[in-house]
Structures are given as C-alpha cells and as structure tokens.
C-alpha cells in the first residue's frame, strides 16, 4: 500500500484472525472493525475484497492531523478516510463515526465477522463494563459467524484492578451456548518500540480470542505466540 498506519510496526494476531476468516467467510464477506483508527487493519481487508464497517470515534484517526512521533518528531498523519481515498477503496467502507458503547443505530445488517485490536483496555472505554463492549461485538454477528478479539493483558500492579486489562481465559466465560471456541492464543511480556501515543519503549502482554457463533463443538487450541 502506498499510504501507512502511524501503528503500522506494532505487534498484531490479525494474521490469524485473516486465517480464520478466509476458512469460515466467503471472500466477499462483510467485516466490522470496532476501533477502527486510521486503518491498519480496515484497508488491508478492503484490499483482500472484503466490505468493511469502520467504526471509530477519534477525529484524528478517521480525518488526520498532527501527530508526535518517536524522537521528538513533529508530522501530519493521514486520517482513515484520506488512506480509503488514496488507495481507491473507499466503495469497499462504510464509516461510522461513533462512539462503539453508545452508537444505537444498529448497522443494516449482521456481519460475517467482527474484530477489535488493543480498544477496550483504553481508559475512556473503562466507564462500561467489559461486558458490555464484548457483548456488543457479538450482537453484530451472524449466526456462523466469526469474532475476534486482540487484546492487552496486565503487566503494570494497576491493570490487575481493571477487568479490561483481560486474560483468554476469563474472556471465554463470554463465549457459551451458541459460541465455539476456534483459538485463544497469549504472549509473553515483551518489550515494544517506541510509536504514537507510547513515545518511549514499552512493556506489553497481549492476548487473542477467536470464536464461530455456531452450535458445532470445535476445539480450544492455546499455546505462545505472535
């Protein structure tokens, strides 16, 4: 692509969620991307021919502006909707510019797969509980449908008191009944460069939990990644 995410180099499981959907979604399949930001995840699925839901909240990310980056270096960043425009696939996403916990329109239809990296643990999302995000998600899924979430888990004392700072494990009480397990996946602590937003290098565990909304039983894989 020609354009790039200003979080372009931080670590990420989409590649098995990408799997994961090519396996259970046909190629034209309808994805929702909760959290959206200026696209690292929303146009590579556009580009694979998938239609995409955006939704995102900050101004910044879906229109651009300034932004500091590592080494004191002052840049205008491209918004979302600028990058759609610039690699032609802006008639492959329909934008939402929402907040996610209080957007109450719901979208036109249900969607083969939705997907959400590193949001919920953001501390303007900490006034609703974890729950209520996670469920949200999965009211946008259709039956057979796909769900993937990536996510980060505690590091810091702090965040062992904030039930957003979640684990695979305490996640997959949200998955019964109609929900079966595909894959949970954990890091071990690392230590992640410098970027927008975390200026300096940082410590970081990260957690994936992919789940079909389907009756079939399939088994829960866990083991280290990414």
């Known amino acids: 692509m020609r354009t790039c995410s200003l979080w372009e180099q931080t670590l990420t499981f989409f590649p098995q969620f990408l799997a994961a959907l090519k396996a259970n979604a046909s190629p034209d399949a309808t994805v929702a991307v909760v959290g959206a930001s200026d696209g690292k995840f929303v146009l590579p699925l556009a580009a694979a021919g998938y239609r995409v839901i955006a939704i995102e909240r900050d101004p910044l990310a879906l229109h651009g502006?300034?932004?500091?980056?590592?080494?004191?270096?002052?840049?205008?960043?491209?918004?979302?909707i600028d990058r759609l425009k610039l690699e032609e696939l802006h008639d492959r996403v329909q934008v939402v510019e929402e907040d996610f916990l209080a957007y109450e329109h719901p979208l036109d239809t249900l969607c083969?797969?939705?997907w959400t990296s590193c949001s919920w643990h953001y501390s303007v999302n900490h006034h609703r509980p974890l729950a209520e995000f996670v469920?949200?998600?999965?009211?946008?899924?259709?039956?057979?449908?796909l769900f993937g979430a990536?996510?980060?888990?505690?590091?810091?004392?702090?965040?062992?008191?904030?039930?957003h700072y979640t684990s695979p494990e305490r996640l997959s009480y949200h998955f019964t009944g109609s929900w079966d397990l595909l894959l949970t996946l954990r890091?071990?602590?690392?230590t992640e460069r410098?970027?927008?937003?975390?200026?300096?290098?940082?410590?970081h565990r990260m957690g994936l939990l992919l789940a079909l909304r389907s009756a079939r039983h399939s088994p829960l894989l866990t083991k280290k990644g990414p």
């Open 65 to 80: 502006g300034p932004a500091r980056l590592p080494g004191d270096i002052d840049t205008h960043a491209p918004g979302l």
């Open 112 to 114: 083969d797969a939705v």
């Open 135 to 145: 469920t949200r998600m999965q009211l946008l899924v259709r039956p057979g449908g």
């Open 150 to 163: 990536e996510f980060m888990m505690a590091v810091e004392p702090r965040h062992y008191l904030i039930e």
């Open 187 to 190: 890091t071990s602590e690392f």
């Open 194 to 203: 410098a970027h927008v937003g975390q200026l300096a290098d940082h410590t």
